[in-house]
T-cell receptor
Framework: GNSVTQMEGPVTLSEEAFLTINCTYTATGYPSLFWYVQYPGEGLQLLLKATKADDKGSNKGFEATYRKETTSFHLEKGSVQVSDSAVYFCALSDEGNKLVFGAGTILRVKS | AAGVIQSPRHLIKEKRETATLKCYPIPRHDTVYWYQQGPGQDPQFLISFYEKMQSDKGSIPDRFSAQQFSDYHSELNMSSLELGDSALYFC?????????????FGPGTRLTVL
């Protein structure tokens, strides 16, 4: 079945550091890929998405590129802020549309 | 812009009781999804509805049932509650039945079973 694997956290960075959170997937067919963010005590917010190979999703300084050859969708940001501290979930959806999530990565940014 | 509404936001129940969670999708969204997120876990898909019909089913216990009504809101009914049912329950909605549609999540209902 479909699955998502993302790097374990927590990831602790200083403000303005470069962020990478790795995500790889296993899927039949051609899934869409997403990054969701969950702030403490809140629901899931879509951060960015990509629907086909080589697409780059971007939002709020975050980027991720759909790499079919490596089945990856790594999240990057050039300069993190304290306000980026949250849990980040990589996810895929197949033709059935249900989302399959990775285990989540806690990001802590220190000032 | 209107968002997905879930009620109640918090719910406390005793073991073996029943609970009903409600979800009101974004206007003109006809597809609803339910997810369960245990403490420190990733969200797990439970069930989905498209145009008032069940469209997919995941790891939903037999003690749970759900439906989507004519106004597209959905209710998740949970009976014989167990301690392990304590979780955050998310509802998401999306427009149309086309594949790969973006899902918009509600704030969640936090269920605590004592």
């Amino acid at each position: 079945g479909n699955s998502v694997t993302q790097m374990e956290g927590p990831v602790t960075l200083s403000e303005e550091a470069f962020l990478t959170i790795n995500c790889t997937y296993t899927a039949t067919g051609y899934p869409s890929l997403f990054w969701y963010v969950q702030y403490p005590g809140e629901g899931l917010q879509l951060l960015l998405k990509a629907t086909k190979a080589d697409d780059k999703g971007s939002n709020k300084g975050f980027e991720a590129t759909y790499r079919k050859e490596t089945t990856s969708f790594h999240l990057e940001k050039g300069s993190v802020q304290v306000s980026d501290s949250a849990v980040y979930f990589c996810a895929l959806s197949d033709e059935g549309n249900k989302l399959v999530f990775g285990a989540g990565t806690i990001l802590r940014v220190k000032s | 812009a209107a968002g997905v509404i879930q009620s109640p936001r918090h719910l406390i129940k005793e073991k073996r009781e029943t609970a009903t969670l409600k979800c009101y999708p974004i206007p003109r969204h006809d597809t609803v999804y339910w997810y369960q997120q245990g403490p420190g876990q990733d969200p797990q898909f439970l069930i989905s509805f498209y145009e008032k019909m069940q469209s997919d089913k995941g790891s939903i216990p037999d003690r749970f049932s759900a439906q989507q009504f004519s106004d597209y809101h959905s209710e998740l009914n949970m009976s014989s509650l167990e301690l392990g049912d304590s979780a955050l329950y998310f509802c998401a909605s999306s427009p149309g039945g086309a594949p790969y549609n973006e899902q918009f999540f509600g704030p969640g209902t936090r269920l605590t079973v004592l």
